[in-house]
């Protein structure tokens, strides 16, 4: 074994040989201080297109992000070529702190969580009141993950040409949740546009639905320059193609705001979500559950929120919905 004496010159240093090069290696990342904020608008099989002032850039994942991904509404910085030219590619090497996180799993037994959209601050759940029917537990479920994620949510129910809107709502009262009824003609006409467009102003919403909604047909009416393919839907079962396969987010006419369009959804898997945050939705109920036990689901015999509500501190019918709300983590949809 070889030794070195107190001074070592770089003669006694014996370099280890590099087979890839000769570049030596460094856990010191750069900070990349002249990186160009942009905005994500879609992803695509690696490939990201990212709005940086008002050019499209198209980008990719850096690898010093290592596993960190960036979704549709991140704010991201980008290095390299952002000329938006054909052909060229870009860098992400930074993901900005999030203020909202949307999340679901495939289903209430998959542990891995899939972010839909970061940044929103506003929940659309699109829902037609017939072809095809509505699906309350896929709403119940949507209100969980908004509720979760700090999100404001907004029922947009469409073709009430078809059917009444008001069983529906009635179910919903004790939430306060705000809504929008639409119908064929309106949509047509341009007027369900404006009514809706009207509550998106100066906010990022995220619209969520299941196929044959309505929901891309409503998002090309909101942002007509910037149209999406919509299909057909079996009007008996409910079923047909997903047409909008990516989030795309779109900026709503003279800068008001932003909407972002996802994918159709089968199912809404909530296996993240906990009840404590989706509690926080419910002011009137929080002062009641510091008498809960530890790690309370708000839906067992212990639960203080019993004894808040018969006191007259809170809407019994609140509680009702919250706990209906809490339930639906433990059903799957459709049961």
Not at 74 to 86: H, I, N, P, T, Y
Not at 182 to 190: F, S, V
Not at 254 to 267: A, E, L, M, N, Y
Request: hydrophobic share 35%; charged share 30%; proline share 7%.
């Amino acid at each position: 074994m070889r030794r070195y004496g107190k001074n070592p010159d770089e003669d006694d240093v014996r370099v280890r040989p590099n087979r890839k090069g000769n570049r030596p290696r460094t856990n010191i990342r750069p900070k990349h201080e002249d990186a160009s904020e942009g905005l994500v608008l879609t992803v695509d099989r690696g490939r990201l297109t990212v709005l940086i002032d008002d050019r499209s850039v198209t980008a990719m994942k850096a690898r010093e992000l290592g596993r960190k991904s960036a979704v549709v509404g991140d704010r991201v910085a980008v290095v390299g070529d952002l000329s938006g030219a054909k052909d060229t590619l870009a860098r992400i090497v930074r993901v900005e702190p999030r203020t909202s996180t949307l999340r679901r799993t495939a289903d209430d037994d998959d542990p891995y969580e899939r972010v839909v959209v970061a940044n929103a601050d506003q929940l659309a759940i699109v829902t037609a009141l017939a072809d095809p029917e509505p699906r309350p537990r896929l709403i119940d479920r949507c209100l969980v993950a908004a509720y979760d994620a700090g999100l404001d949510p907004l029922l947009v129910l469409t073709k009430s040409d078809l059917a009444p809107a008001d069983t529906l709502l009635a179910s919903y009262g004790a939430l306060g949740v705000p809504y929008l009824v639409t119908n064929r003609d309106e949509l047509a006409d341009g007027s369900a546009a404006d009514r809706v467009r009207e509550r998106l102003a100066g906010r990022m919403t995220a619209f969520v639905g299941h196929s044959g909604v309505g929901k891309t047909t409503l998002v090309n009416a909101l942002v007509p320059d910037r149209r999406r393919a919509t299909g057909r839907v079996n009007a008996h079962t409910g079923r047909g193609r997903h047409t909008t396969t990516s989030a795309l987010a779109l900026p709503l006419p003279d800068d008001s705001g932003w909407v972002i369009d996802t994918p159709g959804v089968r199912s809404f898997g909530l296996h993240h979500v906990d009840p404590a945050r989706v509690v926080l939705a419910f002011p009137d109920l929080m002062p009641g559950t510091d008498g809960c036990p530890r790690a309370c689901s708000h839906d067992e015999p212990d639960c203080a929120l019993d004894g808040w509500v018969a006191e007259g501190h809170a809407d019994p019918a609140r509680l009702y919905s919250l706990r209906r709300l809490l339930a639906t983590r433990e059903r799957r949809e459709g049961d």
